[in-house]
């Protein structure tokens, strides 16, 4: 959808380096696509040629909308539509963007936002899960992806905290102490205060950072009334809520 001059695309396709025949070449190329692509696709304008193309049809521009309506899906507590829409979003994925191409800076420059944006989708996605309890079964592809990026310390407490969950503390706190070594080894930092938190809490078992169980949640609750002093009714005393009130 952007005009790119002839200028720019010879830039490009010779690196700042091009022969005396690259304008012929240039327009030999832009034949062969023509060719390859629907009519209408490639349009010559006065400020060069566009690619007609919307953004229903650009993965990268779909892959985003998947992502934002799974965060708001998140933030409202939706979190079954939230995971449906990141796995949406996180299936577009089939390799590296521009696979195969070499990058300029300018590429370079937006391809590296895309894969940020995955990273934090794919993290994103772990988070929900471990909100709905699944914390057993994403344990494995923690590990797998704390091996893709070592050095990431959000996937290290989301794997510390499932594995706490799962009832292995030991594991938890040495996912921890390979963070610190690794941060130490190689920055001479140590792991964020949220991490040193989490990892302090897991130590002396904190029951905050374990799930609670529906019928805890009732408890909790009834307990919380009765200390406010709640006036008693058949629909307001907490010694008559039940699980499904919670709805």
């Not at 002839?6 to 091009?18: K, V």
């Not at 023509?34 to 229903?56: E, F, K, M, Q």
């Not at 409202?76 to 829409?85: D, E, L, M, T, V």
């Not at 030991?170 to 989490?198: C, K, M, N, S």
């Amino acid at each position: 959808g952007t005009p790119v001059s002839s200028g720019q695309l010879i830039e490009r396709l010779w690196h700042g380096h091009p022969p005396a025949s690259a304008r012929s070449n240039l327009n030999t190329y832009l034949a062969r696509l023509r060719r390859l692509l629907p009519d209408t696709r490639l349009r010559t304008t006065p400020s060069g040629y566009v690619l007609a193309i919307s953004d229903s049809e650009v993965d990268a521009a779909i892959f985003r909308r998947w992502a934002a309506e799974a965060a708001d899906a998140s933030r409202r507590g939706q979190h079954s539509n939230a995971i449906n829409a990141f796995e949406q979003a996180l299936a577009l994925w089939r390799g590296n963007p521009l696979e195969g191409i070499e990058f300029d800076s300018d590429m370079a420059a937006w391809a590296e936002p895309l894969h940020e944006q995955h990273r934090t989708v794919t993290e994103d996605l772990f988070d929900v899960r471990l909100t709905l309890g699944r914390h057993a079964e994403i344990i494995g592809g923690l590990r797998s992806w704390i091996e893709k990026h070592p050095l990431r310390e959000r996937p290290h407490t989301q794997l510390m905290l499932a594995l706490h969950r799962d009832g292995r503390q030991p594991e938890a706190l040495y996912v921890y102490e390979q963070l610190r070594r690794r941060l130490i080894e190689q920055f001479g930092a140590e792991p964020t205060t949220a991490a040193q938190d989490l990892h302090s809490r897991i130590l002396s078992s904190d029951p905050n950072l374990d799930l609670l169980t529906t019928n805890q949640i009732v408890q909790r609750i009834r307990q919380a009334l009765l200390t406010v002093g709640l006036e008693h009714s058949p629909r307001s005393d907490p010694r008559y809520l039940s699980e499904s009130d919670l709805n």
